[in-house]
């Protein structure tokens, strides 16, 4: 039986200025906007894509998407995979559904606003991708890379996912949509004065040995922050499940319908990011990277894979223990009254998921490969 | 005739008033003169370039300053931290008092000491250096060795000098009245002489330091990047203070940190990483991260000194200030604005133009033309200019004293040569940049 994987794909049917099979393209191509008749406006606040006929348009896909589509269709026809993981190694957002309709009913708002206050500001910093900086892509990838994802990356996509993420000037992205979408679900709460704390608090972990020291630190750098943006978009799939269930509640949302479709709005226009990062991921894959000192050739698929297995591992182990371990100090803090705080804690737990990574430190992961 | 009694006899205040009152006048003309000549020759005074006034006049004050000592000291170092209100060459001049104060005499250090414990410097020391390790405007700072063999700083405050502060500000109060009297349009000086003088009060009572320090301390109990010296409550009192002694390489001494295997780019992180959690996390901060009160360990450890400029910073503020930095960072008008007001700025007018305006002057004085998270000295500088020349009414204090706090943690972070971006050490991963905070997962 084959194993489920992340496809999140593309919709086959789009209206594109892209032409079949075109492969090169602007960087104002790859920040165009579909038409739209009315803007998107969040908690009083304009943010990017539309409405055409009723229906969400995503920012910034007008040739993105079609370009997305139509790299990873060469890649394919060249006989090479696109890269994906399997969705047992997801995990479940915490607190599930359940667990934070509980903490709804029973007034206990500090935790889920902070959670959506948290995602808001992450999806902000998601801005600093645009500052990432290069290697000399030419120089280090021994294969010729014109038409690819690869190419494109300082030619309009890292600009588009920052632009995305944090909005561009009279526009508001993701930051605001989350904000948005909190402040209609929970009608305005209070945002925890710990919030930022909360975000430091995590931060400070050593700095992890170089997997492989011979290609440029840029190299080995960008492989390593597309994996992980990768991987956390791809664990974004079951945040929005959880906070479209969670928002869309009418038992505990105050704007059930708006808040579900602000985050499902979000949801929509995430999808390019996972797929042109794990185009380009799998187009380095595909090729070979010279060492720093031009001596020597490691096969991309090596490289690629390492990395990319070290990241996912940190993100499905370490972080959500951590995040874990976070909410239920703060439910057993929640009240005043410990018998009360006790026993909320204690229906809590009931009602966790109990999940786990499926594998323990040393046993090897496996990523999945889609062919044509 | 004992020191004490001298400093404080009429004759004293007297010359003490007398001096501040010739420079007052000093400054005063020499901004009033040329006016005068200009308007009488039909030309316009505005349009005459003041730096050489402006620097000629600071260089007088701080020579007034270091020879009477005690508030004018501290009014230099206010005035030094004071961007948003003094032209550039007044901040750069009188800046120099924060570490250029010439020490005092020994034995009137002894005397606090013992009026203070009420028993001789042996009954509790077994030793004492004579010479200070720093002086600054209200203390100064000797090594010490108590009975049981523990080495301890111990600031001491200047004798008399709640006199002397009274003295100059009733001095340069009058003064204030009689320059607001004579001249049509006044800088508003007494506002911020009020100011001065509520710090002061307030830094004049060591128990406040020791308080912020303890407070400081705990907040960073379980962080073991963080030492703020421990301090002997039993041996301080109201002008005295017997802390820890704690040895650290200075954090712009390069040299010395690379001798000592110490990573300069970890330093910078670190540093920020502090910074931002006192004023972005948890709302109270040491005000003055000037490089004299940091010190590093290897790990890297900071040691965090003198906690006399501590600030509560008022609620929301944190967020406040990164949904500025934020909107700055995307150049988002409409989120600026309500940023900046949030953090407590009002326009005369309430013409919200002024806030971009600000932002952009501010952005265009960065390295790109582009706000990427780092307050450098350059672009506060040009921040509190567009201040000076707007019709902003209201600046919030708390605003200045952060401001100037990053400026001077980017000052450090250029001497290590990296930079001290605000948002990059607070993000998600938590390192420098977006790059380590891949390799840091």
Known sequence: MATPSIQTPLPDEIASGAAPGQLEFTPQQLLANDPHEEPLIAGGVLCHGGFLDGDYVSPRCLFRTPAIQNWQRRLLDEGHALISLPTRYVPPHYPNYAQAKLLLQQGVVDPITRSLTLISIVEGFGARIRDVPLPDLRGEIVENIDGTALAHLDQGLLEAHARDEAGHRSEGGHKQMWEAARDLGLDKPEVPEDVLLQMMSGQRRSRPERAFPDLSERMEALISVMSNVM????????????????????????DPAAGAAMVAHIQSDEKPHVQYLRTALSELRARTLRSEDGKREIPGQQVVDEIFKRQLRGMATQRPREQREQLRTEVRQSFEDEARATELARQFDSLDSGWVFPHRDDEPIEILLETA | MSALRWISSPAVRFWRSARIGYTAACVWLRYKGPRWWDRALGRDPDARDLTRVHERNAEQIFETAVHLKGLLIKMCQVIGTRSDFFPPPYVKTLSKAQDQVPP????????VVEEDFGKPLDAVFSEFETTPVAAASLAQVHAAKLLDGQTVAVKVQYPDI????????????????????FDPQPIELLPLLDEMQKHLELELDFRREVENADRIRGLFANDESVLIPAVHHELSTQRVIVMEFVSGIKVTDTDALQTAGIDARRVVNGLMSVYNRMILGFGFFQADPHPGNIFVQPGPRFVIMDFGLAKQLPKGFGMGLFELMFSMMTFNEAAMIRAFEELGFATKTGAEDTYVELARRMIGASDDGTFSGEFTEEMTDELFEAIRENPIVKVPTDFVLVARAFSLLSGIAHTLGHRANVLDSMGPGGANSRTESAFSS
């Open chain 2, 104 to 111: 005092r005499d020994f034995e009137q250090i002894r005397r």
């Open chain 1, 231 to 254: 991987v956390i978009e791809i664990f974004a799939e079951d945040v929005f499940e959880w906070a479209k269930q969670l928002l869309g509640d009418p038992e505990v949302s105050a």
């Open chain 2, 162 to 181: 709640d006199r002397i502060v009274r003295t100059d500000l009733t001095a340069m109060r009058r003064i204030c009245r009689i320059y607001e009297r």
